[in-house]
């Protein structure tokens, strides 16, 4: 029997890594993840949902992002019976019942459950904040913040009191 082996693959096994990015000189085994960390600077995101226009870097968190809009939650946890759309925000979740916390802040030793919580807690200690806010130029470590922010700029106002009724751009506000 034949076996194929893909380029792709073979490169893996290279000992010598060749693919280097300018900016920070960084080296990469493939030109795909050369691609992604050149993303992580431009903050380009070329992959686009043709339901609500949400972008992303990587082709494989549109397609997650896309079970949303069908309601699909493939994954489901087998403790607490809650439903992911990836099987990555699952494995995340299961942390919440072991109580892992796999990754630690070099500068100060707190642990955290995944990686993308303990890279926006070390801004905190870096003291970056790459979102800005065109209105008052005011920073933010985190996305999520700046956008709820904006709201404070504008009259949308999604949080609801059930009692008043009254109305508030941030979710804090209102409780």
Not at 43 to 65: Q, R, W
Request: with cysteine.
């Amino acid at each position: 029997m034949l076996c194929y082996v893909s380029k792709k693959h073979l490169q893996t096994h290279r000992e010598e890594w060749t693919l280097a990015y300018d900016v920070c000189k960084k080296i990469f085994k493939s030109s795909s993840a050369l691609k992604l960390h050149v993303c992580s600077y431009t903050k380009e995101k070329p992959f686009t949902c043709d339901v609500c226009n949400k972008t992303f870097m990587i082709s494989g968190n549109l397609n997650a992002h896309i079970h949303t809009h069908a309601g699909q939650l493939p994954f489901s946890c087998g403790v607490s019976k809650k439903f992911f759309n990836t099987s990555r925000n699952l494995k995340l979740h299961l942390h919440t019942h072991t109580g892992q916390k796999l990754y630690t802040c070099d500068v100060c030793k707190k642990f955290f459950r995944c990686s993308v919580a303990l890279k926006y807690f070390l801004r905190t200690h870096t003291g970056e904040r790459p979102f800005k806010c065109d209105v008052c130029q005011k920073s933010f470590r985190m996305s999520g913040t700046l956008k709820g922010h904006l709201r404070t700029h504008s009259v949308e106002r999604p949080f609801k009191c059930d009692v008043c009724k009254k109305s508030f751009s941030l979710s804090s506000t209102l409780k």
